[in-house]
């Protein structure tokens, strides 16, 4: 009997790929009843239907790992639960070497595997041949075996999703498509359709390449893009069976899977071929693009190469179909900053097959709880601001990003397509001092001061890269005169109003009712007492705060701000492009700041967190006695169009004391050194104060805050995980990057969240967190023998709770 279509639902889920099914299948699952999903085609019509299918498990971040292993254990157990086959075969996956780089970084893979509970092996040559003997091996320096890697049937996973939510009350409706989004004072309603409208509590745009068209009818930012990604499948090859692994050859960009007898080889080729500029095609149902050899080129090389037998193999199909891109290869997930109650979940950047089961679930946690259950930064909708929606940003962006996939993850990479965008008032004089830029959330900021436009450049290894020397100085010159860094993409927020106080108190872990002209450190936690962020708050007056936060955190730390505000008498406004932020750091800040100013800068005048209008030359700014370098220091706020004027007066006056440019690598490796956290490394969702060694910005005795009941819980017990830092000295020491695997005594014990070398204390210095088991974190315990595995080699390292560097922060106070 045909179902009647509703004019109501709880939540509307829009796309009957992969994820909108998985999506519906874990909300009808969990109990919600009203699940309405709709297909402007047939399931699967989109992307889904033509993917390769590999499951492959391993990925950078933990959680991200943790999704696809999720989906493996589903998609072994949904037969059985809905009787609709999913094609799962554990046949494990073979990864091969051509250079010694990509050994090192194998080595390095196998013991971030082993950190995060994965099991992987590294193996030789001729192991590798035996698992896959029509491959070509001469040319190889080893191998790398995920044995819990498998491939699927796409289309029959998500027949069996779409079952099971079937199965649990949900209903589907294909050849409907939603044309509007409805929507009532910032929160989504319902959707309308080609049968019709439907009311909705939550809509949930999970339409592939069409999300950001969808997002587009809400006012949601869903930047993703459209690329061409091809495979080829050949006829029966002697030697091919159905438990060969999936091969990955990625320095040749391809991977292989056993299809049929045959082979199917696809790849993510170096630069990639946008696809549908002018937007999707009416009717692209089942839809594939034309054949491209010329672009498939330098895949087929490389396939040849490895697989000798292609030479003569029938190619029985060429496909090429495209998918979602995004600005940096994650995906998006979660519920839109612009639009309450319209959650997202596209552009899964070839891997939404192998995500599909875990990013199902996380988003339909993450709908009925509110707020995620675990941290999915990386993939988090508001690391985005709108400039990221831009289409010619997009396309440029896209070109490079799919063949990231292959490329080496080197430490520091860079993207370098659609930049430089966003420049601070200062961009141009550092670029004629040599500064090398980095990017992020579309900011150019110096990483390091070459002494030549000819050196300012990242020659990208695993060990030393070239502007170690260059960065080395600008650490000392902080550390024994001054230096000056631009910091202008630091994210800047007033929260004004007469309840401001009131809401500040109540959104941060720290007591912010403080006297004007005060700063506080303080952490902004959600209801489990874990980080949602870290900020600065600077009373500026009564009702009036500034709240200095990471450049990252602009979209999401405004969206946490503005979902507490309630009935609040207070407004959040982002004045980021209004002032320039630059520091003046190290211990002859105050004789450098004193030759530019009248007001005082002695302790008594001018304490450490005192935050005062002073003049500096001409210019009038904001002084704010805070580092995050562990030395005598202040951050000027600087209205924007004054900053070139105040870095002059700066640089001129403090060529006397020594001053020079200092940039972000510096910085790194000066805040490991104090043990300083930074957002979304050391301080995420998943961990709280207790853990983070940060109890002493928690005040209790100030009143409620959220989390406060999640902390005095926390507090009552030794927390089970413990952020150490890590000091590495002996001379011949490799360098770390982070992500490396922690051992105490022998055993796995956590991941090094970040490391660089510290110059002051000669060696590596890292932050990481361990697990104790419960056990008080005392000396005893942390006498043990700790190490460090970087690729392949365990550094004996010293661990400590407390700062590497002045961990009295005399130096800062001073
Ligand atoms: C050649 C190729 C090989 C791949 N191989 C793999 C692999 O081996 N492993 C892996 O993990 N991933 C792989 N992928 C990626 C994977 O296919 C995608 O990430 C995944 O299918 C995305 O699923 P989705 O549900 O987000 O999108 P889709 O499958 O595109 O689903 C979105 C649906 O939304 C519908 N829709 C859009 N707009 C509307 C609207 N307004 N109203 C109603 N419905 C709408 C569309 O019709 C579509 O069916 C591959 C992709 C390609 C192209």
Same mark, same amino acid.
């Given at each position: ?16 790929? $992969? ?30 239907? %033509? ?95 995920? *044995? ?76 993703? %893009? ?31 899977? !056993? ?10 080729? *170096? ?10 095609? !009416? ?57 309450? #109650? ?77 930049? *430089? &965008? ?11 001092? %040599? ?11 110096? #990483? ?42 630091? $994210? ?33 936690? #959600? ?75 002695? #302790? ?45 007066? &700066? ?47 928690? =005040? ?58 510290? %110059? ?41 709770? =407390? ?12």
């Amino acid at each position: 009997m045909a179902q009647s279509f509703p004019d109501s639902a709880r939540a509307v889920v829009i796309g009957g790929g $992969v994820i909108g099914c998985s999506v519906a299948f874990h909300l009808a699952k969990h109990g919600w009843r009203d699940v309405v999903l709709l297909e402007q085609g047939r399931l699967t019509c989109g992307t889904t239907w %033509h993917a390769a299918g590999l499951v492959g498990q391993l990925r950078a971040h933990q959680n991200m790992t943790r999704l696809v292993q999720y989906s493996a254990s589903l998609y072994q157990s949904l037969e059985a639960e809905t009787g609709q086959a999913t094609g799962w075969k554990q046949c494990g996956s073979i990864l091969v070497a051509r250079t010694p780089e990509r050994m090192t970084l194998f080595r390095r893979i196998h013991a971030a595997a082993r950190a995060q509970g994965v099991a992987c092996e590294i193996i030789s040559i001729g192991e590798a041949a035996r698992k896959y003997p029509v491959m070509r091996t001469e040319d190889l320096l080893g191998a790398l075996w995920l *044995p819990d890697d498998a491939k699927v049937n796409p289309a029959d996973v998500t027949q069996a999703l779409a079952k099971g939510a079937r199965q649990n009350g949900a209903r589907i409706f294909e050849q409907t498509r939603v044309t509007a989004i409805q929507q009532k004072d910032g929160v989504a309603t319902g959707v309308s359709t080609t049968r019709g409208d439907v009311r909705a509590e939550v809509v949930i745009n999970c339409a592939g390449q069409w999300a950001k068209a969808v997002g587009r009818l809400a006012g949601v930012t869903v930047p993703l %893009h459209s690329a061409e990604h091809m495979y080829i499948v050949t006829g029966r090859i002697d030697g091919v069976h159905p438990d060969l692994p999936v091969l990955r050859d990625p320095d040749g960009y391809i991977y292989v899977k !056993e299809e049929v007898g045959g082979l199917l080889m696809g790849g993510f080729e *170096p630069v990639a071929k946008p696809w549908a500029m002018d937007g999707i095609p !009416e009717n692209f149902e089942f839809g594939m693009l034309p054949d491209d050899w010329d672009q498939f080129q330098v895949l087929m090389e490389n396939a040849l190469i490895r697989l000798p037998a292609l030479e003569t193999a029938e190619i029985k199909t060429f496909m090429n179909g495209p998918e979602s891109f995004t600005p940096d290869n994650n995906f998006i997930m979660g519920e839109a900053p612009e639009l309450k #109650n319209f959650f997202v979940a596209a552009g899964f950047n070839s891997i939404g097959i192998a995500s599909g089961g875990g990013a199902g679930r996380a988003l339909a946690e993450w709908i009925m709880q509110g707020e995620p259950t675990l941290d999915l930064w990386p993939v988090d909708i508001r690391r985005f601001a709108r400039f990221h929606d831009n289409d010619r940003f997009l396309k440029e962006r896209v070109s490079e990003v799919l063949g990231l996939h292959y490329m080496m993850p080197w430490p520091n990479r860079e993207l370098q397509s659609a930049r *430089p &965008l966003r420049r601070s008032p200062l961009y141009d004089r550092l670029d004629a001092q %040599h500064g090398l830029f980095g990017s992020k959330m579309g900011f150019e900021r110096p #990483n390091f001061f070459a002494p030549s436009k000819a050196e300012a450049r990242i020659d990208y290894s695993w060990g030393r890269q070239n502007w170690f020397p260059h960065a080395a100085a600008e650490h000392k010159a902080t550390r024994e005169a001054v230096t000056i860094t631009d910091l202008t993409s630091f $994210v800047k927020f007033f929260v004004q109003g007469r309840d401001a106080e009131g809401l500040l108190q109540r959104l941060c872990a720290n007591d912010v009712a403080v006297p004007v002209g005060s700063t506080v450190y303080t952490g902004l936690l #959600n209801a489990r007492g874990t980080y949602e962020s870290d900020l600065t708050v600077a009373r500026l007056a009564a009702d009036r705060f500034l709240l200095v936060t990471g450049t990252a955190q602009a979209t999401r730390d405004a969206d946490w701000i503005r979902r507490n505000i309630g009935a609040a008498n207070a407004t959040l406004t982002d004045i980021t492009s209004a002032y320039a932020v630059i520091a003046v750091m190290g211990p002859r800040a105050r004789d450098l700041l004193a030759l530019l100013t009248r007001a005082p800068l002695d #302790n008594a005048a001018f304490p450490f967190g005192a935050i005062r209008e002073i003049g500096i030359a001409h210019a009038t700014v904001l002084a704010s006695r805070r580092t995050y370098v562990g030395e005598l220091g202040w951050e000027l706020y600087v209205p924007t169009e004054y900053a070139g004027a105040v870095y002059d007066a &700066l640089m001129e006056t403090g060529a006397e004391l020594g001053a020079r440019n200092a940039g972000y690598y510096a910085v790194e490796s000066l805040r490991l050194e104090k043990g300083f956290r930074a957002w979304g490394r050391e301080l995420t969702p998943d961990y709280n104060p207790y853990e983070a060694g940060l109890s002493f910005a928690v =005040k209790f005795d100030k009143g409620d805050f959220i989390g406060r009941d999640a902390l005095v819980a926390a507090r009552a017990k030794p927390p089970t995980r413990r952020l150490l830092s890590f000091v590495a000295t002996s001379p011949d020491t490799p360098i770390a990057h982070g992500g490396e695997l922690i051992l105490r005594d022998g055993a796995p014990a956590g991941e090094i969240t970040s490391a660089a070398y510290g %110059h002051t204390v000669g060696g590596i210095v890292a932050l990481g967190f361990v697990t104790t088991g419960g056990a008080r974190a005392d000396d005893a315990w942390l006498a043990a023998r700790f190490e460090i595995d970087i690729a392949g080699e365990r550094v004996p390292v010293r661990a400590s709770l =407390k700062a590497p560097y002045d961990p009295a922060g005399s130096r800062m106070k001073g």
